[in-house]
Structure formats: structure tokens, C-alpha cells
């Protein structure tokens, strides 16, 4: 009975809605009980079809489960280009698009956009960096990241070095001790230093008995001051050079070499910023670009990028560690279709259940 009364209800919106529209013309040449036309835009890990024509992705998936909740029957169409999903979506030869079809004010000046079934992002691809200079350059970053931890050992070295001058300065050695103790504050840095270090030469020591279990003190705890340090800028240089590039801003793309796919909505952001960048028919292609030095950046959406990298650049192109712009992807529909109330409740359902946001990460390999 649910089956009935979704079609018929269809088949009511498609004939109420007349002939205002060129898409509802379109879409009232379809008979209600013929399936779904459901244009793919042929993008993993979206959306894709293999040799034998079986299709699938994160949106196909998504798709498949909306569809069964709602009883709807469709068929499939791989798309290759965006222009040409938009187009058709617009005319009325789709009944509905999915894929890494981004929300953006000139797509939705054509067309109509559900609820959002994938949250996304503009991110930027950009080639891994080697050499001395570029591990100087990360290890700074890292250093200023950690400056809180470093600053505060620091200060515990001038605090420690000021309290052993305070309580040795007034020790006056015998002429025959042959020790030097910690007669100024530049001598109670030193001590300290050389005690952190664990280097300890020797010539400075403190004599008296509370200096002497200051010193005790200070060892025990530069130890641990000094293996926090050392295991953090270690852990932080590791995690930086294996999986992460360097969040860029908007304004520091200027005067870079910039690619993107074609209508993408890396290209749509490129555009929008009024920046140069060079169109390539994939994203394959315009990583490609990247790693043999012909391009600086390659700019997509952050879900795409992740699976490109993660497939055919492994380990020769860092993964993207942060966005230029957030955005979100949808199922494109024809003005006025009459799927779009149901399908924005069965997206509003599925996509806040705990099983698919437990299985969505997985396509992107996270």
C-alpha cells in the first residue's frame, strides 16, 4: 500500500504541476510506473559503474537505501561529465542525479537540490615536500606548535637556576675545596641547563643541603620535562611527514600553478576566487599534473581527493589536512519535482542513522 500511494502521488504531482516548467514536460513523458531515470556522475568513490555495468559508491549506496524506503524502481545512468548531469537534470531527461554533486549558487540557479547526503569540502592537493629545507621548515612549524610545552620548560630552567643562586650565593668555599658553586644567577642557569641536558660537567655544584636536594629534584624532573618534549616534537614530525600537508589559505593560492577538473566544484571555487587554474577531463589526470611538477595545487572536493590520493598516489601525495571552503552534496532533481519531499524525509532518516554514518567513512578510506 505504501508502494501505491507514493507512485500515485507522483504521477499527481507531475500532472499538477502542468506545463511550467520545460523539465515537468519532460518529466510527464515518463509514465508512472516506468522507472526512475538516475543520471550517476561517473566520480569514485561517489559514484561509478565497472565493466560489467554494475554500479557503485557512497551516493549509489545512499540512493539504494532511499529507494527501498520509499518503494521506488530506477535505473541507472553513468554520466561523465558535470555539465552534462546538470544539463539533463535541468531538461528533464533525468528524473534525478546523484554523485559528488556539490551544492553551489549557479547549480542551484538550474536546478533543485535535496537534503544533503554528504557533508563536504573544497579542499587542495598539494605535492609532498623533501629535502633539508623542507624538513627545516617542518620542524619549525612543529617547534611553534609546541611552544606552550617548550616555554614552560624553559621557565622552570630560570625558576630552578634563580632559586639554587638564592640559596648558594652566600656559601663562601674554603680555599682548598677546589669546587666552584653557584655564586650568580648566570652560574644557577648554567647548572640548571647542564643538569637538563643530563650533561652535568660538574664545574658549577651546589654545596649547601637545600641546594643540594633542589639539584635532586630538578634531575628527577627534567627527565620527565625532557622525554615529553623529545616524544612530542618526534610524534608531531612523524604524524606531519606521513599524513598531512599544510592547511592553505584562499589568499596564498595567488601566483600558484592551480588544476582542477573540469565543472568541478574545485574549478566552480577556483572561479568564484577569480584565480588561473589549468582544466584537466579527470582528476587522475590533474593529480598526475601535480606530482611530474606541471601544477602546484590540485583543488576538489576533500572527499574525492582523499580516495584519489589514498588509490593511485599513496605515499607520493600527503593527503589534504584541512579545507578552503566547507560545502554539501545532494541529489539534483528537476525544478519542481515532485521526489523532492519525499526523498528530503528518507535523506533526513538515513543519513542521521547510526549505521550509515558507521559505513560512509569507508568509502573515502578513513
Not at 504541476?17 to 531515470?37: I, N, W
Not at 643562586?165 to 663562601?172: D, I, L, S, T, V
Not at 606530482?291 to 590520493?309: E, F, H, P, Q, R
Request: charged share 15%; net charge neutral.
Amino acid at each position: 500500500m505504501k508502494h501505491l500511494r507514493i507512485r500515485s502521488y507522483i504521477a499527481l504531482a507531475i500532472c499538477l504541476a502542468g506545463p511550467a516548467t520545460p523539465s515537468s514536460v519532460a518529466g510527464a513523458e515518463r509514465a508512472p510506473d516506468e522507472p526512475l531515470r538516475v543520471a550517476v556522475y561517473d566520480v569514485p568513490p561517489y559514484g561509478s559503474a565497472d565493466a560489467a555495468g554494475l554500479f557503485s559508491g557512497a551516493s549509489v549506496d545512499i540512493w539504494r537505501r532511499v529507494a527501498e524506503d520509499l518503494h521506488l524502481s530506477y535505473r541507472f545512468v553513468a554520466v561523465a561529465q558535470m555539465e552534462d548531469v546538470i544539463t539533463g537534470v535541468e531538461h528533464g531527461q533525468f528524473d534525478a542525479a546523484i554523485g559528488a554533486i556539490t551544492i553551489t549558487p549557479d547549480r542551484l540557479a538550474r536546478v533543485e537540490f535535496t537534503y544533503p547526503a554528504h557533508r563536504s569540502g573544497v579542499a587542495i592537493a598539494l605535492p609532498k615536500q623533501t629535502g633539508p629545507l623542507a624538513a627545516v621548515m617542518s620542524y619549525v612549524a612543529v617547534v611553534r606548535d609546541l611552544g606552550s610545552l617548550i616555554a614552560l620548560t624553559l621557565g622552570l630552567l630560570v625558576v630552578i637556576g634563580a632559586m639554587m643562586w638564592a640559596f648558594e650565593r652566600k656559601r663562601r668555599l674554603a680555599a682548598d675545596s677546589g669546587e666552584r658553586g653557584v655564586a650568580s644567577l648566570y652560574d644557577g642557569i648554567y647548572w640548571a641547563a647542564v643538569t637538563m641536558t643530563t650533561v652535568g660537567y660538574g664545574d658549577v655544584t651546589p654545596l649547601t643541603p637545600v641546594g643540594r636536594f633542589i639539584a635532586v629534584i630538578w634531575m628527577l624532573g627534567s627527565l620527565a620535562l625532557i622525554s615529553l618534549v623529545t616524544t612530542s616534537l618526534v610524534a608531531r614530525l612523524t604524524a606531519d611527514a606521513v599524513t598531512s600537508a599544510p592547511i592553505v589559505r584562499t589568499s596564498d593560492l595567488d601566483g600558484k600553478r592551480l588544476a582542477a577538473v573540469a565543472d568541478s566544484s574545485g574549478a566552480e571555487y577556483l572561479e568564484e576566487q577569480h584565480l588561473q587554474y589549468t582544466k584537466y577531463a579527470n582528476l587522475k589526470d590533474a593529480l598526475a599534473s601535480l606530482v611530474s611538477g606541471k601544477s602546484d595545487g590540485v583543488v576538489n572536493s576533500v572527499g574525492t581527493l582523499d580516495y584519489a590520493i589514498s588509490t593511485y598516489f599513496s605515499g607520493v601525495i600527503p593527503m589534504p589536512s584541512g579545507i578552503l571552503a566547507p560545502s554539501y552534496m545532494a541529489f539534483a532533481l528537476p525544478p519542481n519535482s515532485p521526489l523532492k519531499k519525499p526523498l528530503d524525509r528518507a535523506l533526513i532518516k538515513i543519513t542521521a542513522s547510526p549505521s550509515w554514518r558507521s559505513l560512509e567513512p569507508a568509502y573515502f578510506g578513513r
